[in-house]
């Protein structure tokens, strides 16, 4: 799952699912793309 999330296809930058990469994800993409998935509890 986490390969088809945006934060990991930024990182690496077009490369291929198959090529090694050894890009950081920065915590700032992190924070923007998971802002909005964050399921609250009442």
């Not at 090529?19 to 920065?26: D, F, L, P, Q, Y």
């Not at 700032?28 to 998935?37: A, I």
Request: hydrophobic share 30%; aromatic share 8%.
């Amino acid at each position: 799952m986490v390969r088809r999330e945006d934060p990991w296809i930024n990182a690496r930058g077009g490369l291929p699912r198959d090529e090694s990469c050894r890009a950081i994800i920065t915590k700032e993409s992190m924070r923007e793309f998971y802002k909005t998935r964050v399921i609250e509890e009442n």
